[in-house]
């Protein structure tokens, strides 16, 4: 059962939580309940059931070294931020816990949701593209496949 989330208003707020623990994914979804009730993503390419739910991970890799933790996050955030858009109304970033049990089509972790920590508030992902902006790297546009 999907716990009541939190609601994460701030970069620096997420942050703080990637501070304080590991393990943490963020997924994009309209309705996380049906998803965890359904258990699985399917791979949009060929239909297929896959083992747990899409999800990216949120950990602080040690090669990031004392970059700070807010401008990871905005990069993750941003990385799949065309996922909002190409879903529809609704779609929101949530941070899971969880465990991985398998890859996606993508490399992408599948994972077995244990914990809603919490809903990536908008004004967060509108704080994520203006600290992504002001990095002024054309190079850094999210992961989508549609637009290349």
């Not at 501070?19 to 963020?26: K, P, S, V």
């Not at 060929?46 to 747990?52: M, N």
């Not at 509108?126 to 549609?146: F, V």
Request: proline share 5%; glycine share 8%.
């Amino acid at each position: 059962m999907v716990s009541r989330p939190s609601v994460v208003t701030s970069l620096k707020e997420l942050a703080s939580l990637l501070d304080e623990r590991r393990g943490l994914f963020i997924r994009w979804s309209r309705d996380l309940e049906k998803d965890e009730a359904e258990g699985c993503s399917r791979d949009s390419l060929t239909g297929a059931a896959l083992p747990g739910l899409s999800a990216n991970p949120l950990d602080v890799e040690d090669w990031w070294g004392d970059r700070p933790v807010r401008l990871w996050a905005a990069r993750r955030l941003h990385d799949y931020s065309h996922l909002r858009r190409e879903r529809g109304p609704g779609v929101r970033a949530w941070v899971l816990s969880g465990r991985e049990v398998g890859r996606g089509p993508d490399n992408e972790p599948l994972i077995r949701c244990d914990e809603a920590v919490a809903i990536v508030d908008d004004a967060v992902m509108e704080e994520a593209e203006e600290l992504i902006d002001s990095q002024g790297s054309d190079a850094w546009g999210p992961l989508d496949r549609e637009s290349h």
